[in-house]
């Protein structure tokens, strides 16, 4: 078992910004999913561990970073210029595996249990 803290959701106007935590028991690569009100879980984020190299969802290049404290064995996502329509229970997933394909929530096998990020317009 890998459980998964997260942190840091809640409510903020649109334009504003909010961080998000994801602390964890390894290092592992890890992603940002979010799922809005009658909608698919979405992918937001992802890094690799080893690397630290990032991947964003279009709808995110340039407002959201996704990064990580290997001494905290934590990942965090900074999210900045909010919309509205960022508004969803966020995420956080981890790829203990290394399968490729870290835009797909198949391959995370453990998962957060999610916190509420609602942008007000």
């Known amino acids: 078992q890998v459980p998964l803290a997260e942190s840091g959701g809640g409510l903020v106007q649109a334009g504003g910004s909010l961080r998000l935590s994801c602390a964890a028991s390894?290092?592992?690569?890890m992603a940002w999913f979010r799922q809005a009100p009658r909608k698919g879980r979405e992918f937001v984020a992802a890094?690799?561990?080893?690397?630290?190299?990032?991947f964003y969802a279009d709808p995110v290049k340039g407002r959201f970073t996704i990064s990580r404290d290997t001494a905290k064995t934590t990942v965090y996502l900074q999210m900045n210029r909010l919309r509205p329509e960022d508004t969803a229970i966020y995420y956080c997933?981890?790829?203990?595996?290394?399968?490729?394909?870290?835009?797909?929530?198949?391959?995370?096998?453990?998962w957060g249990q999610g916190t509420q990020v609602t942008v007000s317009s």
């Open positions: 997933a981890a790829n203990t595996r290394n399968t490729l394909g870290y835009q797909f929530p198949e391959v995370y096998d453990y």
């Open positions: 390894g290092g592992y690569s």
């Open positions: 890094i690799l561990w080893s690397s630290g190299s990032t």
